[in-house]
């Protein structure tokens, strides 16, 4: 019974050790990467996660500060407080995500019911236009369905990702159906969405040149 207390106090100092050493690099690189992500979604949606008083751009430029001059305790502390603010603003975010990632995929989806009734009624669309239309519709439904998902087992990192794919495949249907883009979106077209259309036309363009 003795060596088996010893065997759990060994492996839960052991775990503590990983943690602390489970490299401050790795762990601020996973907190770069979703504080990245949230700015990103912030800036080109007009949202403000904002948790507290410490607003998410103060948040990275201490958490910056205090990696490169601090001490291993004050590092530790630092990065286990963001941690914990940006996992909070991270399940704050997927709540308007939700609403945006469902609103703009109805709309996809509406104009697109609207344009297959106006070609039965004689406007007709190249096949490969309406292949494209529905496969980017299947996918912003697909992603959308998978972060909810992702969101309720507590991925809020990837649950944010997989929202973010959802709108994008929202606005290439859009693009596709030649729909204007709703002005709240622009933004997020421009930075998301166009360089994707363009490199997408580039093959295809290309292609058309080699045969």
């Known amino acids: 019974?003795?060596?088996?207390?010893?065997?759990?106090?060994?492996?839960?100092?052991?775990?503590?050790?990983?943690?602390?050493t489970m490299s401050y690099r790795e762990r601020k690189k996973q907190l770069d990467g979703k504080i990245t992500l949230v700015l990103d979604i912030k800036e080109q949606l007009k949202l403000e996660p904002e948790v507290g008083k410490t607003s998410i751009e103060m948040m990275r430029d201490q958490v910056e500060e205090t990696y490169r001059?601090?001490?291993?305790?004050?590092?530790?502390k630092v990065l286990t407080l963001a941690e914990g603010e940006i996992l909070v603003t991270q399940r704050k975010l997927?709540?308007?995500?939700?609403?945006?990632?469902?609103?703009?995929?109805q709309k996809a989806m509406g104009i697109w019911i609207q344009?297959?009734?106006?070609?039965?009624?004689?406007?007709?669309?190249?096949?490969?236009?309406?292949?494209?239309?529905q496969r980017y519709l299947v996918m912003a439904k697909s992603e959308k369905d998978?972060?909810?998902?992702?969101?309720?087992?507590?991925?809020?990192?990837?649950?944010?990702?997989?929202?973010?794919?959802?709108?994008?495949?929202?606005?290439?249907?859009?693009r596709s159906?030649?729909?204007?883009?709703?002005e709240m979106y622009q933004t997020a077209d421009a930075v998301w969405v166009?360089?994707?259309?363009?490199?997408?036309?580039?093959?295809?363009?290309?292609?058309?040149?080699e045969n």
């Not at 001059?69 to 530790?76: D, P, S």
């Not at 093959?203 to 040149?209: A, G, H, T």
């Open 69 to 76: 001059v601090g001490k291993r305790a004050e590092i530790e």
């Open 1 to 20: 019974m003795k060596y088996l207390a010893a065997v759990i106090v060994l492996c839960f100092s052991l775990g503590i050790v990983a943690k602390s």
């Open 177 to 182: 159906q030649k729909s204007e883009i709703p």
């Open 115 to 133: 344009m297959e009734s106006e070609e039965r009624s004689g406007t007709k669309l190249e096949w490969d236009t309406k292949e494209k239309i």
């Open 146 to 174: 998978h972060a909810k998902e992702y969101y309720l087992s507590g991925n809020y990192q990837l649950s944010l990702h997989t929202y973010k794919r959802s709108l994008v495949y929202s606005l290439l249907s859009l």
């Open 194 to 209: 166009q360089p994707i259309w363009m490199g997408l036309h580039k093959q295809k363009q290309n292609s058309i040149q």
């Open 94 to 105: 997927c709540i308007p995500m939700e609403e945006h990632a469902s609103g703009l995929y």
